[in-house]
């Protein structure tokens, strides 16, 4: 079992660009959330995605915005890139939603923004 | 707005000892609440939880006590052993938000 999976691990952008952060949820999971963690905080929840939908959302602006894939694969974009967004970007999946104790973490993709 | 805090950013403790790691919330409306560890290049990892209709929930080594009036909650690790040292989340969930403390990196000392 691979558990879950991101890519890349890494990235690099500039104020202003657009990126596509991807997740590969563990076997048999379906809900997918997305947590901004930038340094020295702890994890923010960005949102999460069951059934290919938008299920809850945290209190990130618009310029965040996700997709889910009917294999439960999703994505993560973020639009006009600011130096704030310069985080670790953890994703996360579960059997259903709002189960946190049953959520299993990626690794991370780690973004900076010049 | 910081809704679940962590006030100590890091903690040293000899191998044997008890660790106790401590996070408050300010949100009468939580009602789980549970600790995550998180290992260097990996993510977060989860470790204990208790529901608000409890005080304490134990497993293993590690119990996790939850004091509502006073909106606080604590994890004890006994006994400590070094594979403990790690960064300790705790967070809260509640109406449908969720939210994590900045974390306690714990150092546990052979």
């Known amino acids: 079992d691979a558990g879950v999976t991101q890519s890349p691990t890494h990235l690099i952008k500039t104020r202003g660009q657009q990126v596509t952060l991807r997740c590969s949820p563990k076997?048999?999971?379906?809900?997918v959330s997305w947590y901004q963690q930038a340094l020295g905080q702890g994890p923010q929840f960005i949102f999460q995605y069951y059934e290919e939908e938008e299920r809850q959302r945290g209190n990130f602006p618009d310029r965040f915005s996700g997709h889910q894939f009917p294999n439960y694969s999703s994505e993560l974009n973020v639009n006009a890139l600011l130096l704030g967004d310069s985080a670790l970007y953890l994703c996360?999946?579960?059997?259903?939603?709002?189960?946190?104790?049953?959520?299993?973490f990626g690794p991370g993709t780690r973004l900076l923004v010049l | 707005d910081q809704q679940v805090k962590q006030n100590s950013p890091s903690l040293s403790v000899q191998e044997g000892r008890i660790s106790i790691l401590n996070c408050d919330y300010t949100?009468?409306?939580?009602?789980?609440f549970l600790w995550y560890k998180k290992y260097p290049a990996e993510g977060p990892t989860f470790l204990i939880s208790i529901s608000s209709i409890k005080d304490k929930n134990e497993d293993g080594r590690f119990t996790v006590f939850l004091n509502k009036s006073a909106k606080h909650l604590s994890l004890h690790i006994v006994p400590s052993q070094p594979g403990d040292s790690a960064v300790y989340f705790c967070a809260a969930s509640g109406r449908n938000q969720f939210y994590f403390g900045t974390g306690t990196s714990l150092t546990v000392i052979p």
């Open positions: 996360a999946s579960s059997l259903v939603p709002g189960a946190q104790e049953t959520q299993y």
């Open positions: 949100n009468s409306m939580f009602d789980y």
């Open positions: 076997s048999g999971h379906d809900t």
